[in-house]
C-alpha cells in the first residue's frame, strides 16, 4: 500500500493554530454534530420534515460530498457556512410550517392545516442551505486529508464523528434545548476559522454565530417549550367546557389533551368501548402510548388493579405526571415504562386482562430512516401477535384513533383478524375523520360486539408486516411526491458538484467508490429499521446504532492499517457472504432469542456486511490518486444510496439487500484491474 503523506494544496491550513490531527477531529466532530442538530431542529419547526426527515440528511450528505470535492479549488476559508446557517435559522424561526392532515398518498395524516410556506416553497430552501452550511465544515475536514497518510485521516474523521454522535447524544439524554446546540456552532466556527483578516473573521463568523445563537436562546425561552429527544413540545392550560385542561402539541402539531378521566368519557365515546366491549372487567392493563396520562386515569376509574403504562416519550410522560389533573401517575398501581410498544411486547412475560394502544401515532419518522415511523412496528400482523401472547384468557386487545380513511380501519381490522383468527369489533364512532375503535378478544367468546363488522372492503391493502410497516401507505408504490422531489434533489446535486467540482471527469476514476457509497447507505439504512424492530425504535437505539456502525467502520480502517487483509476480491466475496446471511436469518428467530443472544446474533448479522464493505473501501482508498476527490465521490453515493432508501417502500427493507448486492457486484466490475490484482 502506498500510504505517503501528500502536500496540502489549500495554502495557509499549515498556519492554522490548530494542529492538523485534532484539527481532522473537531471538525470531523462539528460535521455531524451539526448534520443531526439540523435534522433535530428544522423537524420541529418545519412539520413537513417530521416525515421528510432524510431529506435534510441528502442535503448534508451533498454538502459534505461537495465540501471534500472544493478542496484545493480555493485558498479561502468557508466564511460561507456560518452566514448559510444564520439565514436557515432565520428563515425557518420566521416561517414555521406545519402539516395539512388531509393529503391524499404520503405517509401522515395528522395535522389539522398548513400554516406557513407550501412545501414546494420551503423544502428546496431548506434542503440547499443544509447543504451549503455542511459544505464549510466538510471542507475543513477534506483540507486535512492530503497531509496525513490516507487511513490515518479516515481514522481521525471516524474518531471525530463518534465524538459528534456522542455530544449530540449526550445533549439528548439532558433534554437540552436548541440555544446549546447553536452555543456548540458558534464555538467550533470560531475554532477552526482563522481570524485573518479580523475585520471578516467578524463580519462572517462572529455576527452569524450572533444571530444563531440568540435566535436559538428566544426560541428556548419561550413559555410552555420543552424539548424531548423527539419533539419540541409545547403546551399550555386551557378551559374546555368549564374543564381545566392541558393542551399539548409537538413538532407544531395538536396532538393530545391532559383531561380528567370523566370529562373524556362524557365528552368521546371511543374511550370508554374498549371496556364495554370487554366480557369481565379488565383488572390487569397494559396501555401502549400513555402519553400525559389520560388513558391511565381512565383505566383506575373502570377499576383496574394494576396498570403499566408504556410511553415511549419521556418528557410527554413527565408532563402528564406534572399538569395531569387526576395525577394518574402518582397512583400506586400504575408502573411506567419509558420504551417503544413494541419492545415492550418483546420483552416482557406479563399478561393482562386488557391491552390497549392509546393513539400511539408519532407524528414523526425515525432519523435516518426513509420512511419509518416511531410507531410502525407497533400495527404489524406480528406486533398484534405479541400482543394476543401477552392476553390472559378472557382477555381483549384494543386500539382506538382518528384514522381519517376508512380502508386504513379496515386494513387494521384485518390484521386484528388475521393475527387473532376471527373477526374483530368494529365501531365507527364518527366517520368525519374516521374515529374508530377496534377491539378483539383471545377468543371470539372474550370480546362484545355491538354489531358484527362485515368485513374488510374490496381494495383493502394486506396487513403490514415487519419487513413492509407502512400502514398509510395504501399501496405498494412510492408517492409521486417523493418521486418528484427526489428527481429534483438528483438534477440539484448533478448541476452542484458540477459547479463546485468541476467536470465530472474528475471522478470518474472512483466510480467504484461512489457504489460503495450507495451500497453503504442501504446497509446502513437496513441495520437502523432492523435495530428498532429488535430492540425499539428509541432514539437511544437508534444512537446506539450509528454509532456502532462507524465503530464497525472504524475497526475495519484500523484492521487495514495494522495487518494485511485478504486480496479485494476475497473481501468482497467476505461481504457477499454477509448479505446472503443478513437475508436468510429471519427477524422472527432474533425476536425469539432472549435479549442478550438477540444482541449477539443481530451485531453478527447486521455488522458482517457492513465490516466487509469498509475493509473493502479501506483497501481500496488508500490506493487512490486523490484522497479528497474520491473521499467526496463517497459521500456523494452515500447520498444517492439516501434516496434509493425509499425503494424499501415497495419492496420491503429486506429487499434492500437485494439492491445492495447489485451494486457491490457494479463496484467489484469497476475495480480498477492493478488493485484487483494486488488487493
Not at 485558498?75 to 414555521?96: C, D, G, K, N, T
Not at 435479549?595 to 469498509?614: G, K, M, Q, Y
Not at 473521499?631 to 424499501?648: H, K, Q, R, S
Amino acid at each position: 500500500m502506498t500510504l505517503q503523506a501528500q502536500k496540502p494544496v489549500t495554502g495557509g491550513e499549515k498556519d492554522h493554530w490548530l494542529a492538523v490531527r485534532p484539527r481532522l477531529i473537531l471538525a470531523s466532530a462539528f460535521m455531524l454534530f451539526l448534520e443531526l442538530a439540523l435534522i433535530r431542529w428544522t423537524g420541529s419547526n418545519i412539520v413537513h420534515l417530521s416525515y421528510f426527515t432524510n431529506f435534510v440528511l441528502l442535503g448534508s450528505f451533498l454538502g459534505i460530498g461537495l465540501g471534500f470535492l472544493r478542496v484545493g479549488r480555493s485558498r479561502r476559508q468557508p466564511y460561507y457556512s456560518p452566514v448559510v446557517l444564520a439565514v436557515l435559522v432565520v428563515v425557518v424561526s420566521a416561517f414555521p410550517v406545519t402539516v395539512d392532515r388531509n393529503t391524499e398518498g404520503i405517509l401522515y395524516w395528522t395535522s389539522l392545516g398548513t400554516v406557513g410556506p407550501p412545501a414546494w416553497l420551503i423544502l428546496p430552501v431548506i434542503f440547499c442551505a443544509a447543504a451549503v452550511a455542511l459544505m464549510g465544515p466538510a471542507e475543513l475536514v477534506g483540507r486535512c486529508f492530503p497531509e496525513l497518510p490516507r487511513l490515518e485521516a479516515y481514522r481521525y474523521d471516524l474518531i471525530g464523528s463518534l465524538t459528534g454522535i456522542a455530544a449530540f447524544t449526550a445533549l439528548s439524554f439532558l433534554s437540552a434545548p436548541p440555544v446549546f446546540w447553536g452555543l456548540i456552532a458558534a464555538i467550533c466556527y470560531g475554532l477552526l476559522l482563522m481570524p485573518k483578516p479580523r475585520t471578516l473573521y467578524v463580519g462572517l463568523v462572529t455576527v452569524p454565530s450572533l444571530v444563531v445563537v440568540g435566535l436559538l436562546l428566544a426560541e428556548t425561552l419561550t413559555p410552555g417549550a420543552i424539548w424531548s429527544p423527539y419533539y419540541k413540545v409545547t403546551f399550555k392550560a386551557m378551559q374546555l367546557a368549564g374543564v381545566n385542561v392541558t393542551d399539548i402539541a409537538v413538532n407544531g402539531i395538536p396532538h393530545q389533551q391532559a383531561v380528567p378521566a370523566a370529562a373524556r368519557l362524557q365528552w368521546e365515546a371511543q374511550y370508554g368501548l374498549p371496556y364495554d366491549r370487554t366480557t369481565k372487567p379488565p383488572k390487569d392493563v397494559l396501555i401502549v402510548g400513555a402519553g400525559s396520562g389520560t388513558d391511565v386515569a381512565i383505566a383506575l376509574s373502570k377499576g383496574a388493579n394494576r396498570v403499566d403504562a408504556v410511553e415511549i416519550d419521556p418528557k410527554l410522560r413527565e408532563l402528564g405526571g406534572s399538569v395531569h389533573p387526576d395525577k394518574p401517575y402518582d397512583d400506586p398501581r400504575v408502573t411506567t415504562h419509558v420504551t417503544d410498544g413494541r419492545a415492550f411486547l418483546e420483552r416482557s412475560a406479563e399478561k393482562y386482562d386488557l391491552i390497549l394502544f392509546a393513539l400511539p401515532d408519532s407524528l414523526t419518522l425515525v432519523s435516518g430512516a426513509s420512511s419509518l415511523r416511531l410507531e410502525s412496528y407497533l400495527f404489524t400482523e406480528e406486533a398484534m401477535q405479541a400482543a394476543r401472547a401477552h392476553l390472559k384468557p378472557g382477555g381483549t386487545f384494543s386500539m382506538y384513533n382518528y384514522y381519517r380513511e376508512s380502508w386504513l380501519v379496515d386494513r387494521l381490522a384485518s390484521t386484528m383478524q388475521s393475527a387473532f383468527g376471527h373477526k374483530p369489533c368494529v365501531d365507527v364512532v364518527s366517520t368525519a375523520g374516521q374515529q374508530a375503535v377496534i377491539t378483539a378478544g383471545l377468543t371470539a367468546s372474550a370480546q362484545r360486539c355491538a354489531t358484527e363488522w362485515p368485513g374488510a372492503a374490496a381494495g383493502t391493502p394486506l396487513p403490514a408486516d415487519d419487513d413492509r410497516p407502512f400502514l398509510y401507505l395504501k399501496d405498494a408504490t412510492i408517492p409521486p411526491i417523493y418521486i418528484i422531489t427526489l428527481g429534483l434533489i438528483l438534477i440539484v446535486s448533478l448541476l452542484a458538484v458540477r459547479l463546485v467540482a468541476g467536470p465530472y471527469g474528475r471522478m470518474r476514476p472512483y466510480a467504484d467508490l461512489f457504489l460503495l457509497g450507495v451500497g453503504f447507505m442501504l446497509l446502513e439504512t437496513k441495520s437502523v429499521t432492523g435495530f428498532a424492530l429488535l430492540f425499539g425504535t428509541t432514539w437511544v437505539v437508534n444512537a446506539i446504532v450509528f454509532a456502532g456502525v462507524l465503530v464497525a467502520v472504524l475497526a475495519a480502517v484500523e484492521l487495514t492499517r495494522r495487518f494485511r487483509m485478504p486480496p479485494l476480491p476475497v473481501m468482497y466475496a467476505v461481504l457477499f457472504a454477509g448479505l446472503l446471511l443478513a437475508w436468510l436469518v429471519p427477524n422472527a428467530w432474533l425476536l425469539s432469542l432472549p435479549l442478550p443472544l438477540r444482541a449477539v446474533a443481530a451485531v453478527t448479522v447486521a455488522f458482517l456486511p457492513i465490516f466487509a464493505a469498509n475493509v473493502v473501501f479501506a483497501k481500496r482508498f488508500a490506493e487512490t490518486a486523490d484522497a479528497t476527490t474520491s473521499f467526496g465521490a463517497n459521500l456523494l453515493g452515500a447520498m444517492v444510496g439516501g434516496c434509493l432508501e425509499y425503494a424499501a417502500l415497495v419492496i420491503g427493507y429486506k429487499g434492500l439487500l437485494i439492491v445492495a448486492a447489485v451494486l457491490y457486484l457494479g463496484a467489484l466490475a469497476l475495480l480498477p484491474r492493478r488493485n484487483a490484482a494486488v488487493g
